[in-house]
T-cell receptor, first 117, second 114 residues
Framework: AQKVTQAQTEISVVEKEDVTLDCVYE???????LFWYKQPPSGELVFLIR??????QNEISGRYSWNFQKSTSSFNFTITASQVVDSAVYFC??????????????FGKGITLSVRP | GAVVSQHPSWVICKSGTSVKIECRSL??????MFWYRQFPKQSLMLMAT?????????EQGVEKDKFLINHASLTLSTLTVTSAHPEDSSFYIC??????????FGPGTRLTVL
């Protein structure tokens, strides 16, 4: 079975601070995808990134960056120069690369990020 | 691209009535759709997985006779909460997955049963 742990439950920062959201995962499979989703107060989950288990390259998209390290089973997410609009719940998730029943998403419990002006 | 809609966004109903929630993939064909339930300040709980044209696969503990799922086409899945009771009040979210192995989520439906 897969497991995703987001040990941080709530983080509060002041605008313009950098913040890192941690995600640690467990799986015995070697082929999987890792995801980050953002859930703002409106409730809709917004897809942010998908990373293939074979691709450990870090990725940067604007103020967002992701650090994937298989050696520590971690897929951390950093927001640089945070803004109030970044306030949301962030979920890390994992799915096996499989077209069958195993292709379900395993979610972490989410991290509530509050960015104060 | 990859837009998923849900309707209605919120619904209030009386105990004992049935409520239907629609989930549509607007710009892609969804071979698989998922239905989740989310309680306040909690993560998403998968209720069932549905593939177009076949019966849904329910997660353990989810009553299939209470939560009827129909996936009639590659762009539409419906969840019907039958004989709703106050304990069914929750936030229901659907997601759709096409060929990219990424689930895209709808905006959710907030159900309140009086």
């Amino acid at each position: 079975a897969q497991k995703v742990t987001q040990a941080q439950t709530e983080i509060s920062v002041v605008e313009k601070e950098d913040v890192t959201l941690d995600c640690v995962y467990e799986t015995r499979d070697t082929t999987y995808y890792l995801f980050w989703y953002k859930q703002p107060p409106s409730g809709e989950l917004v897809f942010l990134i998908r990373r293939n288990s074979f691709d450990e390259q870090n990725e940067i998209s604007g103020r967002y960056s992701w650090n994937f390290q298989k050696s520590t089973s971690s897929f951390n997410f950093t927001i640089t120069a945070s803004q109030v609009v970044d306030s949301a719940v962030y979920f890390c998730a994992l799915t096996l690369i499989d077209t069958g029943a195993n292709s379900k998403l395993t979610f972490g419990k989410g991290i509530t990020l509050s960015v104060r002006p | 691209g990859a837009v998923v809609s849900q309707h209605p966004s919120w619904v209030i109903c009386k105990s004992g009535t049935s409520v239907k929630i629609e989930c549509r993939s607007l710009d892609f064909q969804a071979t698989t759709m998922f239905w989740y339930r989310q309680f306040p300040k909690q993560s998403l709980m998968l209720m069932a997985t549905s593939n177009e044209g076949s019966k849904a696969t329910y997660e353990q503990g989810v009553e299939k006779d209470k939560f009827l799922i129909n996936h009639a086409s590659l762009t539409l899945s419906t969840l019907t909460v039958t004989s709703a009771h106050p304990e069914d009040s929750s936030f229901y979210i659907c997601s759709a997955r096409g060929t990219t192995d990424t689930q895209y989520f709808g905006p959710g439906t907030r159900l309140t049963v009086l």
